[in-house]
């Protein structure tokens, strides 16, 4: 499932705890692909902690707790990292991440936490949810075969890559607009990890984000700038991202089209990329502005130059998806509409 259709899952599964409709998740995914970012997100919009609890890293007593006598009992000390309402407020999230990672006897531990939302005399705080993560086996992470008892007290979700949802969250993170743009130009290079050759850098969400990282680090110091984009996302997709960035020394001049000046389209498609990635870029920044309805006007115009129109689609679209509803008010945006009325906008 794309990540846009399982962050509204994840949205759903958290609102719906309090009326009792909640059910454990679990995303299966390959590593990097942004399972835990999603989690974070979810937190994030409702201002709620998220407690994350590597099973991997656990025994079974540091789930169950440890014993102690009381009396002519024995008594469970409760872990202090569960869910209390006390110390962590009355909702929030228990995510328990790598958990296919974990030895059967740890993941043995969490099948009454998982279902019963109890462990012992400890009960999660009704509002609380319970999210799950891990990595198929053919990932070539160290897992484990899920149990059946455990897989069957949650609803399982693998997530895939998309790169219009991964474009739309670089946009609202303020991803450097040069990866954004080389991943339009090379989209099959979003995600490209062989288990098979157990790479140790490679392309994913995650590593582009590093490579993000990278450009604001190394970009005045060419000679390691290479090396630092060769070590986020591997040796052959960190030297076309260095040539593709060198090459934008060519790029038309930005800050003419934002003001409606006359301004040639490339030829090149790459700059093609670079030039529409910039332009939603200028259109984010305008949003705030008191001239943003002539910036976004200017760019709809510019749209209509490209030779392909697929390629304005893919712009206009990038801005729909980041500024929202106010591109319908520009003027430019009927007229544009018209000239692509036969190829698809907006994705189902």
């Not at 869910?83 to 006897?105: C, M």
Request: proline residues 7%; charged residues 25%.
């Amino acid at each position: 499932m794309r990540p846009a259709h399982l962050l509204a899952v994840l949205e759903r599964e958290f609102t719906s705890v309090k009326a009792g409709h909640h059910t454990p998740v679990m995303l299966w995914g390959p590593p990097g692909v942004g399972k835990s970012d999603m989690v974070g997100q979810v937190a994030g919009k409702h201002a709620v902690p998220v407690i994350d609890v590597r099973l991997s890293q656990m025994e079974p007593t540091d789930l169950r707790g440890i014993p102690f006598r009381k009396d002519d009992a024995v008594e469970w000390a409760i872990p202090a990292m569960l869910p209390d309402e006390k110390r962590h407020g009355a909702s929030g999230i228990l995510f328990l991440d790598e958990i296919t990672s974990a030895a059967p006897t740890v993941s043995a531990a969490a099948y009454q936490l998982i279902l019963d939302r109890r462990l012992g005399e400890y009960e999660v705080p009704k509002g609380w949810v319970i999210f799950a993560a891990g990595n198929r086996q053919g990932d070539r992470g160290v897992t484990y075969s899920m149990p059946s008892p455990l897989a069957n007290r949650f609803s399982h979700y693998e997530v895939d890559v998309h790169l219009d949802d991964w474009v739309a969250w670089a946009y609202k993170n303020d991803i450097d607009e040069r990866v954004i743009a080389f991943l339009r130009f090379r989209p099959e290079l979003l995600f490209d990890f062989d288990p098979a050759h157990n790479p140790v850098a490679f392309p994913s969400p995650r590593s582009w984000e590093f490579a993000h990282r990278a450009l604001q680090k190394f970009g005045e110091t060419p000679d390691l700038l290479v090396d630092a984009l060769q070590s986020c996302v591997g040796p052959a997709a960190g030297i076309e991202l260095k040539a593709f960035v060198d090459n934008l020394d060519n790029l038309p001049d930005i800050d003419g089209i934002v003001k409606g000046e006359d301004i040639i389209v490339p030829k090149e498609i790459d700059l093609q990329y670079a030039v529409a990635a910039a332009l939603v870029g200028r259109a984010i920044k305008a949003k705030s502005n008191g001239n943003s309805q002539e910036v976004f006007g200017h760019i709809l115009d510019y749209a209509s130059r490209f030779p392909q129109r697929e390629m304005g689609v893919m712009l206009v679209s990038d801005m729909h998806r980041s500024i929202g509803q106010d591109l319908f008010a520009v003027p430019q945006f009927s007229q544009w509409a018209k000239v692509v009325a036969d190829v698809m906008l907006y994705d189902s």
